[in-house]
């Protein structure tokens, strides 16, 4: 943590999206990009950095941070403070975005409950979630970056990402513990397959 301070990000998990993007490249200057489940919005950071790259002119990109809390205000950034597994939420951030996003980004995870199935299941409700709205969100071509929980449920997961999306790849950042069961799924290609409603 206090490398990640001195860097001046908000949390060490600034270095997992450093190694995801140095890795894949998904952040790119002047692109639109929605980061959920954002606080305490060390991603956000990164997003920033990385498509509003300093002393580069022409076109400024956007990045939109969502959590469910409230979150300390970033320059550059859009907070937006929304539960995605609420009904409604994807009419509202449709309003917020303004328009399709070249990438959605989810470190989101459910509070831990000490029992092993039940926090693979929340946080793999999570995963869909925001699988759903990138399904919505996305342009064509675009990217999403997941954060997936190994145990047995995430297998339909990943299925149904390898259908939306031409690349779907499985990572465990370095900066993520060891011991941790947290993967990453970095799906890019979007195919652009309107999702049908109802």
Request: proline share 5%; aromatic share 4%; charged share 25%.
């Amino acid at each position: 943590m206090r490398a990640a301070r001195e860097a001046g990000y908000r949390s060490r998990a600034a270095y997992k999206l450093v190694e995801l993007d140095d890795r894949f490249h998904f952040l790119k200057p002047s692109g639109r990009v929605l980061d959920l489940g954002a606080a305490p919005g060390a991603w956000t950071q990164v997003a920033l950095e990385r498509i509003n790259p300093r002393g580069q002119g022409g076109k400024r990109g956007a990045v939109f941070a969502l959590d469910r809390v409230e979150m300390e205000p970033l320059e550059g950034a859009t907070i937006v403070t929304l539960d995605v597994q609420e009904e409604g939420a994807l009419e509202e951030l449709r309003r917020e975005l303004g328009g399709p996003v070249d990438a959605v980004l989810s470190d989101m995870a459910a509070p831990a409950t000490g029992h092993t199935g039940t926090d693979h299941l929340r946080i793999m409700a999570l995963c869909e979630a925001a699988c759903d709205l990138a399904l919505h969100l996305l342009r064509p071509g675009g990217t999403l970056v997941v954060k997936v929980l190994q145990g047995g449920a995430e297998a339909g997961v990943l299925a149904q990402m390898k259908k939306d999306f031409a690349s779907v790849k499985h990572v465990k950042p370095k900066a993520s513990r060891s011991d941790s069961a947290e993967i990453y799924a970095v799906a890019m290609g979007f195919r652009g397959v309107p999702k049908v409603e109802g």
